[in-house]
């Protein structure tokens, strides 16, 4: 367990990075994975044929997961780069997952960060959350983390907390917290379907290949902790980024799910954001999330 003073300074700070070779194995897509001259880096990319993606070599009941990843530029509709947990090639009907998930992006608009969590074959409710970010994650490389302890779940960008969601059991039933072993993926894949703004906006194979790089890998793979000061941190984030919460999406949940905390003053700002989705209830309905996408 880390000490308070190494948490505040960031997580990712206290732990050993490992090379690729180390950590991960090649999951798909042949000669779109290239592990880079240093052996610490891989470059992912996604063309006409295949998209591509690495998996780790051992699977994790808890702890900390960090990657650095730089997303590819220019016009990305459609195209989908991920960093998550999941153990769905074990568990087909009842399986657990933990995502974050680069949404691609029409040329000149922001790329989007979707949060993502699924346990015991839950996908029938969808518990995503989107934010912005305040900064390029083309231009450079960026940290995405995962804490992922017995009753907590965090997500970091650069650190900063963005997200947290509790273990809830109500009257010993309905667990929907992730708690089987799972492994570490990385992929870049064709999302054409649903990713940019539901699907209005494809992929165009015109702009390809579409190279995403992935270094900085931390598996570290036990519960490490985590300070509850820095949720003051993960609070201002979430008031000037986020702009997505299932929480209080009134369009497609009448009440909210039984890990939700709800904030009135996030309610509001999400209100006037996008008062179809989180007005009142009764509004548009949708239909409910689909079952686990195939990447």
Not at 2 to 21: A, D, H, K, T, Y
Request: hydrophobic share 30%; proline share 3%; net charge neutral.
């Amino acid at each position: 367990v880390l000490s308070l003073v190494g948490l505040v300074s960031g997580l990712r700070q206290n732990l050993p990075i490992v090379s690729f070779e180390e950590g991960y194995s090649h999951l798909f897509g042949e000669n779109n994975l290239v592990v880079l001259r240093d052996g610490k880096s891989v470059r992912l990319s996604l063309d006409g044929r295949t998209g591509s993606g690495f998996v780790s070599q051992d699977v994790y009941r808890n702890g900390y997961f960090s990657a650095s990843i730089k997303l590819p530029g220019d016009y990305t509709a459609g195209v989908v780069v991920a960093f998550y947990l999941s153990n769905g090639d074990r568990y087909e009907k009842n399986h657990d997952e933990i995502d974050i998930e680069f949404l691609g992006n029409v040329k000149g608009k922001e790329w989007r960060i979707q949060t993502n969590v699924y346990g015991n074959g839950s996908t029938g409710f969808g518990r995503e959350e989107r934010y912005g970010l305040w900064f390029d994650p083309t231009e450079s490389f960026h940290h995405y983390s995962v804490l992922w302890t017995r009753n907590l779940i965090v997500f970091f960008v650069d650190d900063v907390p963005i997200r947290e969601m509790k273990r809830m059991i109500i009257d010993g039933d309905g667990d929907e917290f992730p708690s089987k072993p799972m492994s570490v993926y990385g992929t870049i894949w064709d999302g054409s379907d649903w990713a940019t703004n539901g699907g209005k906006y494809r992929v165009d194979y015109g702009y390809a290949p579409f190279v995403s790089e992935f270094s900085e890998f931390v598996l570290h793979g036990r519960s490490v902790g985590y300070a509850g000061e820095r949720r003051a941190e993960m609070a201002e984030f979430r008031k000037g980024y986020m702009q997505y919460s299932y929480c209080y999406d009134r369009a497609r949940y009448d009440s909210p799910l039984p890990e939700c905390v709800i904030d009135a003053e996030e309610a509001e700002r999400l209100r006037r954001f996008d008062p179809v989705t989180f007005g009142e209830v009764g509004g548009r309905r949708r239909r409910r999330r689909r079952g686990r996408r195939n990447r």
